[in-house]
C-alpha cells in the first residue's frame, strides 16, 4: 500500500498546476471540488506530503495563488474570534466530548461556516484552494456537509479536500468506517481511490 501511496501523490503537483485542471476543462458546468482519499494510518505521511506540495507548486507554476486551509485550525481561530475558545476546551476536560459537540453545534453548524470559509479562502484571489485536517476536526465539523455549503461560495476556483478515507464518487467514509450522507458531487484528484485498487490487488484483477 504504500508503494500504491507513493504513486498516487506523485501524480499529485502535475495535475493540479495543468491549465487544464485550473480552468475546469472537461467537468463541464460541475463544480471544481475534488477528493484525494487514503489510508487513515498514513495520515503523519500525507501531512509531510502536503507541506513539500506546497512548497513545490510555486516552483512548478509560478505566479499561481494557492490556499490552503486547515481545518482543525479554521474551526479553532473561528472559536477564538468568538471568544469561545477557552470557554470549549474548558467544558471538553470538565464534560467530555458529547457536552462539547452539543454545545458547539450552532456555533459551527456548516450553513453558517461556509461564509466563513469563503471569507478565509478568499477564491476570488485564489487560483486553488487546498483543505485538510478533515480527521482532526471530527466530529465538531463533517466534511461532507461543509462541502455542500461552499457550493455557492468557491465559484469557479478548484478545491481540493485531502480525505483521510474511502471516496467511491458516490459516498464518503471517514477514516474507512464512518459512513456520511450520500455525496457526489466531487471528483476523485486521482483516477482510482487507495481502497479500490488494493481491493483489486487483493483479488487478483488487473
Known amino acids: 500500500m504504500t508503494d500504491l501511496l507513493d504513486q498516487r501523490l506523485n501524480r499529485i503537483l502535475p495535475r493540479i498546476t495543468s491549465d487544464d485542471f485550473l480552468s475546469g476543462s472537461g467537468i463541464g458546468n460541475e463544480i471544481a471540488f475534488y477528493i484525494f482519499d487514503y489510508p487513515p494510518e498514513q495520515e503523519l505521511r500525507v501531512r509531510d506530503f502536503l507541506n513539500t506540495l506546497l512548497d513545490h507548486i510555486p516552483r512548478q507554476k509560478p505566479g499561481l495563488r494557492v490556499k490552503h486551509i486547515n481545518l482543525f485550525d479554521f474551526v479553532a481561530d473561528y472559536l477564538k474570534s468568538r471568544r ?102 466531487a471528483f476523485k484528484l486521482v483516477c482510482c481511490s487507495w481502497f479500490v485498487v488494493s481491493s483489486s490487488w487483493l483479488l487478483g484483477v488487473t
Open 84 to 185: 469561545l475558545l477557552d470557554k470549549a476546551i474548558q467544558m471538553q476536560r470538565e464534560k467530555g466530548d458529547e457536552a462539547l459537540k452539543k454545545a458547539l453545534a450552532g456555533p459551527l453548524h456548516e450553513s453558517k461556516l461556509g461564509t466563513v470559509f469563503a471569507d478565509a479562502a478568499q477564491p476570488d484571489q485564489h487560483d486553488l484552494v487546498i483543505v485538510s485536517g478533515v480527521g482532526s476536526v471530527w466530529p465538531l465539523l463533517r466534511s461532507h456537509t461543509l462541502l455542500n455549503n461552499l457550493q455557492s461560495v468557491m465559484g469557479k476556483t478548484p478545491l481540493i479536500m485531502f480525505y483521510p478515507g474511502r471516496y467511491d464518487g458516490q459516498s464518503l467514509r471517514l477514516f474507512g468506517k464512518i459512513k456520511n450522507n450520500n455525496y457526489y458531487r
